[in-house]
């Protein structure tokens, strides 16, 4: 029973998320979590091949090839607001 509480509960996230996944302006997502550093890892293109990393204020590095952004790395993910 436990498990089927689970799996509801992945479901009805991912669906939450649907939206605004959708409205990102990239045709794939790679995502990466690591449990133990709480780093999650968004992957626009495989391989990223970042040629220059912005680390903003708030733990979150955002990785460029030239103009285009090719993924983000956001740190202490589980401790995040929605906003």
């Known amino acids: 029973m436990a498990t089927a509480i689970k799996n509801e509960e992945i479901v009805k996230t991912c669906i939450g998320l649907s939206s605004e996944i959708i409205r990102l302006p990239v045709e794939h997502i790679w995502v990466d979590y690591d449990k133990e550093a709480d780093v999650l ?15 903003l204020d708030d733990d979150i590095l955002i990785r460029k090839d030239g103009r285009k952004i090719v993924g983000l790395t956001i740190l202490n993910a589980s401790i995040r607001e929605r906003e």
Not at 41 to 55: N, V
């Open 41 to 55: 890892y968004l992957s626009f293109r495989k391989p990223q091949r970042a040629k220059k990393t912005i680390e």
